[in-house]
């Protein structure tokens, strides 16, 4: 019996998030966030994460991905944050866009992490496989690259000004993060 509840619950959870793909898919402009089922952060985050994931090419295109997971590898931090600045500036325009807000959205999501828990590291860890990812999935790759997403993620979050904003202060605690804070 638990076993059917539970799939019951999940089976409504697609569904509704199903349903918001389909909203913003019809007309992104006539929907109305402040109504159910929007109001549900689960299946908005679910629906975010879903949206980044079925797109046909990711927000970092897979032109860039071994540019990306190269910097995620420098051990020099401040080298490490600069070379992100330079490769985020090389992204497509929409790409650009995009990042900047879905990066600039998740900053104000850490920003009261005391609250939703959502620290950087586990947003790393939610977003980096689905806006970073390569053209080949072979388990081997996707298992050996997981850690660098987390830090390129991770990165983006931290140092969102310098990276996006060209901000000329720079700052080495990228990876300061990684833990998340209790």
């Known amino acids: 019996k638990q076993w059917y509840q539970r799939r019951v619950a999940i089976t409504a959870g697609e569904k509704a998030i199903h349903s918001l793909i389909n909203e913003i898919d019809r007309d992104p402009r006539a929907v109305d966030y402040k109504t159910p089922p929007w109001t549900d952060i689960h299946n908005t985050c679910a629906a975010l994460k879903q949206y980044f994931r079925r797109l046909a090419e990711p927000l970092i295109p897979a032109n860039l991905y071994p540019s990306f997971m190269d910097a995620a590898q420098l051990p020099e931090l401040e ?104």
Request: with cysteine; charged share 25%.
């Open 79 to 182: 080298t490490r944050q600069e070379k992100l600045r330079t490769l985020i500036k090389q992204l497509p325009e929409c790409h650009l866009a995009t990042a900047k807000l879905l990066f600039g959205h998740l900053v104000k999501v850490v920003a009261n992490a005391e609250v939703n828990k959502m620290h950087t590291y586990n947003l790393a860890i939610i977003f980096g496989p689905t806006v970073i990812r390569s053209h080949c999935n072979d388990m081997v790759s996707l298992v050996a690259d997981m850690s660098n997403q987390y830090k390129v993620v991770e990165c983006l979050i931290t140092k969102y000004s310098y990276i996006f904003e060209d901000k000329k202060e720079k700052s080495t605690d990228c990876d300061s993060a990684l833990i998340p804070l209790l």
